[in-house]
């Protein structure tokens, strides 16, 4: 229950529609393949009384002849917030979003190699 003294912050922004990075291999001047997908959770949420931030997306590397899909997968990352105050829960989506981002990098390297 919030009392007259208390303010509650909240984020949850949703981006149904693929975003679009031009990441992955090149030869010369040619793309071999793009990274795009669809961010599904960029938000923080309580569990229980504690705020922690949650980043899922689904990624594909695709071809651009063709648009075909040659990998998929999905990433999630669940930060815990040291506290409720608006700078602590900004702090933990840096941390998320510097997670999330490595993992990505990673799995794309991965994927050139195959």
């Given at each position: 229950?919030?009392?007259p003294?208390?303010?509650n912050?909240?984020?949850?922004?949703q981006?149904?529609?693929?975003l679009?990075?031009?990441?992955y291999?090149?030869e010369?001047d040619?793309?071999?393949?793009?990274?795009?997908g669809?961010?599904?959770?960029?938000?923080?949420?309580?569990?229980?009384d504690?705020?922690?931030v949650?980043?899922r997306y689904?990624?594909?590397?695709?071809?651009?002849?063709?648009q075909r899909?040659?990998a998929s997968r999905?990433?999630?990352?669940?930060?815990?917030?040291?506290?409720?105050q608006?700078?602590?829960?900004?702090?933990?989506?840096?941390?998320?979003s510097?997670?999330?981002?490595a993992?990505v990098?990673?799995?794309?390297l991965?994927?050139g190699?195959?």
């Amino acid at each position: 229950m919030s009392s007259p003294h208390r303010i509650n912050t909240y984020v949850n922004w949703q981006h149904h529609k693929p975003l679009y990075r031009r990441v992955y291999h090149k030869e010369g001047d040619r793309t071999l393949a793009t990274l795009n997908g669809v961010l599904h959770a960029f938000q923080s949420e309580y569990q229980g009384d504690k705020p922690v931030v949650h980043i899922r997306y689904e990624a594909r590397l695709v071809l651009p002849l063709g648009q075909r899909i040659v990998a998929s997968r999905s990433f999630e990352v669940r930060q815990a917030v040291d506290g409720k105050q608006v700078a602590q829960v900004v702090t933990a989506f840096g941390k998320a979003s510097d997670q999330f981002a490595a993992q990505v990098v990673e799995w794309t390297l991965q994927q050139g190699q195959v």
